[in-house]
């Protein structure tokens, strides 16, 4: 099945699309960060202004049979990703800082700090956490660079220097687009990738895949 919010000017809900029932409404909430695992679809609610108090990360069964979702955490939360039963995100109400949250908790207050720099684009393998980060100073980000994360060990390394967009894993290598501005300006603009069996920093550029001036994908 595929699953999408479908936003109208009004209201909002969180779709199902299948060739025998074709698009149906899982349900009525403008969700966003949807994520499968297994039974159940994750999603956030991040209201700026009002029914702020609804803020979190929630969980709905995907076969349909539940009508109002469960707060698995009451924090903000952006870039979403599953990994051995918990659930990763960038907290928005931490800076964007990375953290975990068991994906059976019901209305907890916040996950545990993973990382203290800011993250995005976070992405999982089912056995490690890939994210961009960026180090801030007072809030605006001065430094940035590609880690993962490993639960297994609880170790954070560096994959490369480069700052990188849209991450994606395909067997030993981790894909980005490359915006780091120290970077592209040495090496150029273009899709970039590392090798994602690193223990340890990397401190030093991946390899250009594909050049594009000015990124334009």
Do not use: H
Not at 60 to 83: H, M, N, P, Q
């Amino acid at each position: 099945k595929i699953y999408y919010q479908s936003s109208g000017l009004l209201s909002g809900s969180i779709k199902r699309y299948d060739e025998t029932n074709k698009a149906s409404v899982l349900i009525s909430e403008a969700g966003e960060w949807l994520t499968v695992d297994g039974g159940y679809l994750y999603y956030a609610i991040n209201n700026l202004l009002f029914n702020k108090e609804l803020n979190g990360i929630y969980r709905i069964k995907t076969d349909g049979t539940e009508s109002e979702a469960v707060r698995v955490v009451k924090t903000r939360a952006e870039y979403i990703a599953l990994c051995d039963g918990k659930i990763y995100y960038s907290n928005l109400d931490d800076q964007g800082r990375l953290y975990a949250v068991s994906a059976s908790s019901t209305e907890a207050e916040t996950g545990t700090l993973i990382s203290e720099e800011k993250c995005s684009y976070v992405i999982s393998d089912g056995t490690n956490i890939y994210f961009n980060s960026a180090k801030t100073v007072g809030g605006v980000p001065v430094a940035a660079a590609i880690r993962k994360y490993m639960p297994s060990t609880g170790k954070n390394v560096k994959l490369t220097v480069d700052s990188g967009k849209y991450l994606t894993k395909y067997e030993n290598f981790l894909y980005y687009i490359n915006d780091d501005v120290l970077t592209t300006s040495l090496f150029g603009d273009g899709i970039y990738r590392v090798s994602a069996l690193s223990s340890d920093d990397v401190n030093a550029s991946g390899m250009k895949i594909v050049s594009c001036e000015d990124n334009g994908y």
